[in-house]
């Protein structure tokens, strides 16, 4: 079956302008994240939705940062007026609620370059 | 509480060798710990985890050690080969979907 996707792959953009990622989890995943790389860096966990819950926003960086999930499917992380440290990987994760395995599946990133 | 540390950064091991990271812990309520393997232009995949009722759980040539008492768990891998070379995150969870990650350990095994 279909993984979990990611659009665009890169994105290239200049300071100050606003930014939108998409990701399509695996469908029937009810739980969804958002993660930050920056270049050699861990995983910086950003925001994290569970079904019709209120979302997890603890990790957001700034009020810049936002994220919606419709449906309780696809989500879209918004930046505004972004800024040269906005530079990074973008990761989306989904997750099936109550398994066992707690497993999280990840798409392949949309790299995020601000000039 | 919640940070997993993880060591070392960077690792270098020859082809055959055994390739070993660690992580430490301090959250004792913290119940799965994954490790994640990531290789260059993708995203992480789950390749070994396991949960404190055991001290260690083997898959082919990975093998997770777990001291709860020392809140300390590690990965082992055996007869380390050049495709193995990648980055490894160590994570932790408790009660929820929520995963705390370690800060990555760049393995590059050569032949």
């Known amino acids: 079956g279909a993984g979990v996707s990611q659009s665009p792959s890169n994105k290239v953009t200049e300071k100050g302008k606003d930014v939108e990622l998409r990701c399509d989890p695996i469908?029937?995943?009810?739980?969804l994240y958002w993660y930050r790389q920056s270049l050699g860096q861990g995983l910086e966990f950003l925001i994290y939705?569970?079904?019709?819950?209120?979302?997890?926003k603890s990790g957001l960086p700034s009020d810049r940062f936002s994220a919606e999930r419709t449906g309780g499917s696809v989500s879209t992380l918004t930046i505004q007026r972004t800024q040269q440290e906005d530079s990074a990987v973008y990761l989306c994760?989904?997750?099936?609620?109550?398994?066992?395995?707690?497993?999280?599946?990840f798409g392949p990133g949309t790299r995020l370059t601000v000039l | 509480q919640q940070q997993v540390k993880q060591s070392p950064q960077s690792l270098i091991v020859q082809k055959g060798g055994i390739s070993i990271i660690n992580c430490a812990y301090e959250?004792?309520?913290?119940?799965?710990f994954p490790w994640y393997q990531q290789f260059p232009g993708k995203g992480p995949a789950l390749l070994i985890a396991?949960?404190?009722?055991?001290s260690e759980k083997k898959e082919g040539r990975f093998t997770i050690s777990f001291n709860k008492s020392a809140k300390q768990f590690s990965l082992h891998i055996m007869d380390s080969q050049p495709g193995d070379s990648a980055t490894y995150f160590c994570?932790?969870?408790?009660?929820?979907?929520?995963?705390?990650f370690g800060t990555g350990t760049r393995l590059q095994v050569f032949p």
């Open positions: 994760a989904s997750s099936e609620q109550g398994a066992i395995s707690n497993e999280q599946f």
């Open positions: 469908s029937g995943h009810t739980a």
């Open positions: 939705f569970q079904g019709n819950s209120a979302p997890d």
């Open positions: 959250n004792t309520a913290f119940d799965y």
């Open positions: 396991i949960r404190p009722d055991v």
């Open positions: 994570a932790a969870s408790w009660n929820t979907d929520k995963l705390i």
